[in-house]
């Protein structure tokens, strides 16, 4: 039962299907052929894992394929990941990052941050939980932390 007052339950509603909707039925859960990012993130903690696989064309992703197993808030966060990514170029996936990082951390984010982080604001519930924000952050933190590797090559 989701409570609050001044329709903020209604909110909180839409938030958790977003997020069992992303758990449910996960979004690019396909192998990529030959990937130029391929790399296996976990937390030991609580067991998330993660194998992440990006194709990237013209400095842009081109190609997305996420699976692993772990709690409902990391694999529909990964879920949320993968439909942001798309097409999306290194800086702004960069940017996507920091600005999911800053939600989490319940710092605040800029409308424009907002309208490009879309569903994924659905995430910043996660703040009531502070054990569950790493799970939540897995997927993001190793995708731009592989993502620069891969370009400073």
């Known amino acids: 039962m989701t409570g609050g007052t001044g329709g903020l339950g209604d909110m909180d509603e839409l938030y958790e299907a977003i997020i069992l909707d992303h758990y449910r039925s996960p979004r690019n859960t396909a ?9 296996e993130v976990n937390n ?5 894992e ?3 696989q990006l194709k990237v064309e013209d400095d842009a992703v081109s190609q997305v394929g996420i699976t692993g ?25 960069e940017s996507a990052v920091d ?9 605040e ?21 502070p054990v569950r924000i790493k799970c939540a952050l897995l997927s993001w933190v190793g995708l731009g932390d592989a993502l620069r590797d891969h370009l400073a090559k």
């Open 69 to 93: 197993r772990g709690c409902a808030i990391s694999q529909a966060s990964a879920s949320l990941l993968a439909e942001l990514v798309k097409g999306k170029s290194a800086s702004e996936v």
């Open 50 to 52: 993660f194998h992440i």
């Open 109 to 129: 984010i800029t409308d424009a941050e907002a309208d490009i982080l879309g569903d994924i604001e659905a995430l910043g519930g996660v703040r009531k939980f």
């Open 31 to 39: 192998a990529v052929e030959e990937p130029d990012i391929d790399l």
């Open 99 to 107: 600005a999911v990082r800053r939600l989490l951390k319940g710092e």
């Open 44 to 48: 030991p903690f609580c067991g998330d």
